[in-house]
């Protein structure tokens, strides 16, 4: 049998995009003599709907479109993703469902047995689960048709596994000769080689084909890689899609493993995933452009050759907001990085707005000494300028700050914070300066000494980071192990952390919960971001020491 995995670029909602977009892959699949087609996981809805399931007018218009692509079928089938009903009584109102469409009809349905509800997944808050799962016969070939979890819990190879089931081996129990899987599964470094592993391990260990679609994207927050796979019996890869790209894989479900692995460096992928994510962020939510503040820092940097990547240098525009304490050679950098880009470029200073608003606050001030306040007042004057420009040209505002910074609140609430569109905000300091160097490996792009530098807010005389802050390499790597890795802070100690520095991060990152909780939407690259996948009390007194 062939098959085409149709790894196509969905927008939630857009069910007159979505609806096109497989009808067009059907037709190149039919082209390309493939039997079947299958799209990744709500392709018809876009993933993820979130709470538009609850509206009944939502799940019916799906409904509709699911109907208008069955009639559009001939002797090429589909197998697609769309929001079932739940009809069997008492539970919740919708399903996670793939379709089996041909000659005109809707020949069978399945429902996702694993509903994850774990980090950004909230599946279990709208879907019902299916109970059971059986072989769908098509074509002489008896299809096992599975949603994304639903691989994901195979004990050949997850030793710490989330749900009692396996549906994949109810599957080949029940005589399955091949396994198909419609996913929609967020994109972090290392998931790749998790994927390929689990994936590879799963099809040798069931002794059939497997067919994994992928979806490819960026939907708010979430990246989708597409990077979809396809293995023999033995556990050889045949095929894989594109990364980070839209594609159509046809694969012959009889071949036998030739294909190599994705390999590309971490770099590569981190910068194609926020390239991604930052293009579709602001063409789904209609903007055409962007605007941003250039320090003549590494970050604002960074973010600004994204955003040429994404959007094309004539729609990115770089702006510096010089304050007294500004020095020459960051704006020299910040104008050597628009030059370098070639986008358009202006200098607002804000020096008098600084100053009219310390007199018209210096009557309530009094005598009190210039402090963090003071700090805080350039930074959100410049928040000020860059919003009224969005308001007034129509870009969004990107803001520059990294994950490092967001961690222990090194970020002004109402200032850097402010904007549309967190770029870089799951990306640690460290990785800022491996993707900039990156960036630069074949010409200058970033501003050497942008990089070189020593890295300052510039919001007092002589300032620098570290005089508030470990050095980055200390700091991401208690931010790793406490964030991402959920370390006990007496674990971290134990392995030779300073711990000075170990008490000072951890508290920084428990009291910054009020920040983060009001920052732009970022784009999730790690396997732990701060967003909608963490999600912690700001008014607790809960403190680990």
Known sequence: MKIALAQINTT????????????????????????????PELAVTGYPPRDLLNRP??????????????????????????????????????????????????????????????????????FEPATTNAPVEFGGVKLGLTICEDLWNDEGFWTDRR???????????????????????????????????????????????????????????????????????????IARGGAFVEDLLVVDTNATGIAEPLELEDEEKL???????????????????????????????????????ALGSENVHGVALPSRYSSAGSLADAEALARN?????????????????????????????????????????????????SNKFGS???????????????????????????????????????????INRERELIPESSITKPPSAELRPDQKDQDSLPPYEVLDSILDAYVVECRPVAEILAAGFDPEHVQRVVRLIDL?????????????????AFGVGRRIPIAQRWRET
């Open 12 to 39: 939630v909602g857009d069910f007159d995009g979505n609806r096109r977009l497989i009808l067009e892959a059907l037709q190149r699949g039919a082209d390309a003599g493939a039997n079947l087609v299958m799209t």
């Open 57 to 126: 007018s939502f799940v019916a218009r799906n409904l509709e479109i699911l109907a208008e692509l069955a009639a559009a079928t001939g002797e090429t089938a589909l197998a697609v993703g769309y929001v079932g009903q739940n009809r069997t009584g008492p539970g919740r109102d919708a399903t996670n469902s793939v379709a089996l469409l041909h000659r005109g009809e809707r020949v069978a349905t399945r429902e996702k047995s694993l509903l994850p509800s774990y980090d950004v997944f909230d599946e279990d808050r709208y």
């Open 163 to 237: 749900y009692r089931r396996n549906p994949a081996a109810e599957l080949v129990a029940a005589g399955a000769d091949l396994l198909l899987n419609l996913s929609a599964s967020p994109w972090h470094l290392g998931k790749n080689r998790v994927r390929h592993a689990m994936l590879g391990t799963l099809a040798r260990r069931s002794g059939i084909p497997l067919l994994y679609c992928n979806s490819v994207g960026g939907n708010d927050e979430l990246v989708f890689d597409g990077a979809s796979l396809a293995f023999d019996g033995s556990g050889g890869l």
């Open 271 to 309: 910068y194609r995933a926020l390239v991604l994510g930052l293009r579709d962020y602001l063409h789904k939510c209609g903007f055409k452009s962007a605007v941003l503040g250039l320090s003549g820092g590494i970050d604002s940097a960074l973010t600004a050759a994204l955003a040429v990547a």
């Open 341 to 389: 880009l070639g986008i358009r470029y202006d200098v607002i200073p804000i020096e008098p707005s600084f100053q009219a608003m310390k007199s018209g606050v210096a009557p309530l001030f009094g005598d009190r000494p210039e402090d963090l306040t003071e700090e805080n007042i350039q930074a959100r004057l410049r928040g000020v300028i860059l919003m009224a420009l």
């Open 396 to 438: 969004l505002v990107l803001t520059t700050g990294n994950k490092s910074e967001l961690a222990v609140g090194y970020c002004t609430l109402y200032g850097d914070m402010c904007g549309g569109l967190a770029v870089i905000n799951d990306v640690p300091k460290t990785m800022v300066y491996r993707l900039a160097r990156w």
């Open 512 to 528: 910054s919960e009020y920040k983060r909780r009001q920052a732009a939407p970022g784009l999730k690259v790690t396997s732990k």
